[in-house]
């Protein structure tokens, strides 16, 4: 059982808690740092955890053998090379940084340090998506050509986006940053690294209460086509969609992939729900104990976060942006 910290107790804070407190026999969250820990006492209290507001003495408690993240976007870069200079390892809640330059800081400072670096793209572990991973490796599909994905999550009228969530300087890009990183992260871990993207974001309405549309075309390095789409008041929806010259692979929802093979009938496979925060949390302590390799690869994460700054980069010059190699 490895025993764990939380850096911010918001909402998102609090789901990495109760993913696993009380649940997991790998993992236990026993410290958080938070602003103002008034606002956090009953929680912290009902989970058993001591509050602090000093992120460096936390950092020097050897007792804590992971770090968790769930802070305002740019001060990720900073709190993962002093987690990494510490020695502790750091799961940030995604995205990782706001620029490429900043993950590519945050990878070497933990390669440096030898500490792994975790990431907050839970939906990698949904079923749905880990059979997509393993469908598109077989093979079966034939040569990958184009993929599709989008998302909706009716945040605008759920109002789950405030304070710094809706700042242009902590969430650039519409809701590329907070929800359609998962389908970007999707598409590189499926298809591979990005080359060019051109993007549009419609705004009819602005924040707190965001009536806005997205859609981006992309390039991949094997010449890979793609398009992502995304409308934050529509109820929730997600789809990743692998198109190959033998038949096609698609992911709806967290449980549900569907199968369209050349000559054959649709095919529906269904999956057991999962807890996709703690299964994240508990890959991460198996990679810290040295148990499995972490699956998301920091090469990947930095792809992620520059294909992040290509999109708000093409989003401001209605222009496409080719990524730097």
Not at 198 to 211: G, T
Request: glycine share 8%; hydrophobic share 40%; net charge neutral.
């Amino acid at each position: 059982m490895l025993d764990v910290a939380i850096v911010g107790l918001g909402r998102w804070g609090q789901n990495h808690v109760n993913s696993v407190q009380g649940v997991s026999a790998r993992v236990r969250f026993t410290r958080a740092v938070v602003n103002n820990p008034d606002k956090s006492r009953e929680f912290a209290a009902k989970h058993a955890l001591r509050l602090s507001t000093d992120y460096a003495e936390l950092l020097s408690d050897p007792s804590i053998r992971m770090v968790v993240l769930a802070t305002p976007n740019s001060l990720h870069t900073a709190q993962i090379i002093a987690a990494a200079q510490a020695g502790k390892p750091v799961l940030c809640e995604k995205p990782l940084a706001l620029t490429r330059a900043n993950a590519a800081r945050a990878v070497r400072a933990c390669e440096g340090a030898g500490v792994p670096l975790g990431v907050g793209q839970d939906k990698r572990f949904w079923p749905s998506m880990q059979e997509l991973k393993r469908v598109v490796d077989s093979g079966v599909l034939g040569e990958v050509l184009h993929v599709e994905g989008h998302f909706s999550n009716e945040n605008s009228s759920k109002k789950l986006h405030y304070g710094w969530r809706e700042s242009p300087g902590e969430s650039p890009g519409g809701s590329i940053t907070a929800t359609g990183i998962h389908v970007l992260d999707a598409f590189i871990n499926l298809v591979g690294p990005l080359r060019r993207v051109s993007a549009q974001h419609i705004l009819r309405r602005p924040p707190p209460e965001s009536l806005d549309t997205l859609a981006i075309t992309f390039e991949f390095n094997n010449h890979v086509s793609g398009v992502l789409c995304g409308v934050r008041a529509t109820p929730l929806f997600w789809r990743v969609h692998v198109f190959g010259n033998q038949g096609s692979a698609e992911a709806v929802g967290p449980n549900e992939l569907i199968m369209r093979m050349s000559g054959g009938q649709i095919e529906r496979r269904t999956f057991e729900p999962i807890e996709a925060l703690r299964a994240n949390l508990e890959a991460f302590a198996d990679a810290i104990e040295g148990r499995a390799a972490y699956p998301i690869l920091t090469a990947q994460m930095i792809n992620t976060i520059a294909g992040i700054e290509a999109i708000v980069k093409s989003m401001e010059s209605g222009e496409p942006v080719t990524l730097p190699r």
